[in-house]
């Protein structure tokens, strides 16, 4: 059973950085991706990032693009959201998510850590 555990929320002001940590375990890694979505208030959870365990690759939100990036370190099965560049938009309960790679990786579908909270104050 797939087991994500979240870290690195907080308070930050606005144009501030905080970066997020995935641990991943339960499984074998290389055929599945790990994303980061984000819920706000009274809002649909949207997706974030994501970054192929194999391989590299990286999608990234419109609205994160050039703010944040997501990388992994295979050998701890840890992935990472450096977020720079904060905007009180950003204010979300931000998950890790995992899910096979033949899925479209903006999909809300897989498994989920618990969530992390990250608010970004004016």
């Known amino acids: 059973q797939v087991h994500l555990v979240e870290s690195g929320g907080g308070l930050v002001q606005a144009g501030g950085s905080l970066r997020l940590s995935c641990s991943a375990s339960?499984?074998?890694?290389?055929?599945?991706?790990m994303a980061w979505f984000r819920q706000a208030p009274g809002k649909e959870r949207e997706f974030v990032a994501a970054?192929?365990?194999?391989?590299?690759?990286?999608y990234y939100a419109d609205s994160v693009k050039g703010r944040f990036t997501i990388s992994r370190d295979n050998a701890k099965n840890t992935v990472y959201l450096q977020m720079n560049s904060l905007k009180p938009e950003d204010t979300a309960v931000y998950y890790c998510n995992t899910k096979p790679i033949v899925i479209n990786v903006q999909a809300d579908f897989g498994s989920w850590g618990q969530g992390t909270q990250v608010t970004v104050s004016s």
């Open positions: 339960g499984r074998t890694f290389n055929s599945y991706v």
């Open positions: 970054i192929r365990w194999s391989g590299g690759s990286t």
